[in-house]
């Protein structure tokens, strides 16, 4: 199993999936997913790039098959960001074009702000870049009760957050709250708190590497109204929004991402 030993009790979890042309000096490409979830998450993405891109999917630390102790667990975006070059720098790849879906999206902003050497386009799947504040009901009610209970308990409240229920074939559902169910209940919880704290509104300005952001219309998470805002905020970007979809573009209509970043990547070859 590909991991990266970051510590004796810290190991991250990748997978690197190579079908370019040995011959040739293909880009990479690093996916990075959102809470709770896994590298797994990218399935339909590798046949859709595989050929164009080395890609590399990642498993954040304390999620997937990334291994720790759960009183370690301490989410931070420096952290997970400085993981992200441990296992660039391993494998000697020298520069990315990221692309980020929820949660790994706001991870991207960070890493592309820090790292604008290493990044060569960012790509923003279904991101926001501060979480819509939760007021009086919500699906899930109390989330960190519910969570008490298990983020597959979670999960299944707030499937439809995630998963546009229009188009989502209840089997995608259930393996979604199935594979998030890996993540532990502790650590969760301590992620989801984090996340309420974050706001990077004021660093989107500083941002200076070419990005993408692809969005649903009806995505309660990342709204339309945010990721307008964020389009005018980051200095050469571009926003993309699929009609009358909600949250999840990336694993439910992955051809048509690909199509979107190729068509970016494009305009913006060196």
């Known amino acids: 199993m590909p991991n990266l030993e970051i510590s004796p009790t810290l190991q ?37 790039l595989g050929r164009e891109f080395r890609i590399l999917r990642p498993d954040l630390r304390g999620m997937g098959r990334s291994t720790m102790r759960e009183e370690d667990y301490a989410p931070d975006l420096d952290t997970f960001a400085g993981d992200i070059i441990r296992l660039l720098d391993h494998l000697e790849i020298q520069q990315v074009v990221f692309v980020g879906e929820s ?54 409240a707030t499937i439809d957050m995630r998963l546009d229920p229009k188009v989502s074939p209840q089997g995608l559902k259930d393996w979604y709250i199935s594979e998030m169910d890996q993540t532990s209940s ?37 709204t339309v109204e945010q990721q307008r805002y964020m389009a005018e905020q980051i200095p050469e970007s571009r926003l993309v929004v699929y009609p009358r979809l909600g949250h999840g573009i990336n694993v439910l209509y992955p ?14 070859a060196e």
Request: charged letters at 20%; a neutral charge.
């Open 255 to 268: 051809e048509w991402c690909a199509h979107q970043i190729r068509e970016f990547l494009a305009l913006h």
């Open 103 to 156: 949660f790994g999206g706001i991870v991207g902003l960070k890493f592309a702000h820090a790292f604008p050497q290493r990044t060569r386009a960012l790509v923003l799947c279904n991101t926001p870049c501060r979480l819509p504040r939760r007021q009086g009901e919500v699906p899930g009610g109390d989330w960190d009760q519910t969570m008490a209970r298990g983020i597959g308990a979670w999960s299944t």
């Open 186 to 222: 502790a650590i969760g919880r301590k992620l989801q708190a984090y996340l309420d704290t974050l706001d990077f509104r004021p660093h989107l300005k500083e941002v200076k590497v070419p990005t993408l952001l692809l969005s649903g219309e009806e995505s309660p998470t990342a």
């Open 12 to 48: 991250v979890y990748y997978e690197d999936n190579d079908y370019t042309d040995p011959w040739r000096d293909s880009p990479a490409m690093l996916l990075q997913h959102g809470f709770s979830r896994s590298g797994k998450f990218w399935y339909n993405w590798v046949p859709a």
